[in-house]
């Protein structure tokens, strides 16, 4: 089991590798050329810059039992479909019971903007979020292991 993620513009790094070196776990940070991302605990992969070169890279790397962190509403339900479990950096889990809800409203959003429209801005990050992550990381480590024992 190894931890996963879409690092172009991940908040809590740190509690990511925090939650892993508990728990003995491998993380993997993947990011195009135009970012640099300095670890002394994580493996980081970059990719070329091109649209979906990170998300493609994250989702074709992620094996049954690992899990990925990505804000990307396409990356939790390509790697779901993968039996990967997947969470956002703000902590939220993504899983079959709500995917397609945040599919088809990430759709909506971007025909309204098509369209000319406005959306509202993502909230900024807080201390509740960052709770939030670290708790459901540690979440989904245990589910994984119970579920996934030798991976």
């Not at 970012?35 to 970059?46: E, G, L, M, P, R």
């Not at 992620?62 to 990967?84: P, R, T």
């Not at 992550?133 to 024992?149: C, D, G, R, T, V």
Request: one cysteine or more; charged letters at 30%; a positive charge.
């Amino acid at each position: 089991m190894k931890i996963l993620v879409d690092a172009d513009a991940c908040p809590g790094k740190d509690l990511i590798e925090k939650a892993a070196k508990e728990n003995g776990l491998e993380v993997v940070m993947f990011c195009d050329i135009s970012h640099i991302i300095t670890t002394n605990y994580s493996t980081v992969k970059y990719m070329d810059k091109g649209f979906q070169s990170v998300d493609m890279a994250v989702a074709n790397e992620a094996k049954k039992g690992d899990i990925v962190v990505s804000q990307d509403y396409g990356v939790a339900a390509m790697v779901l479909g993968k039996k990967v479990y997947a969470i956002s950096p703000k902590g939220y889990i993504y899983d079959d019971n709500n995917i397609e809800k945040l599919l088809f409203e990430r759709h909506i959003s971007a025909k309204v903007r098509k369209g000319g429209g406005r959306t509202s801005n993502p909230k900024k990050r807080n201390k509740e979020d960052d709770e939030r992550l670290y708790y459901n990381l540690l979440k989904l480590i245990n589910q994984a292991k119970e579920l996934y024992p030798n991976q």
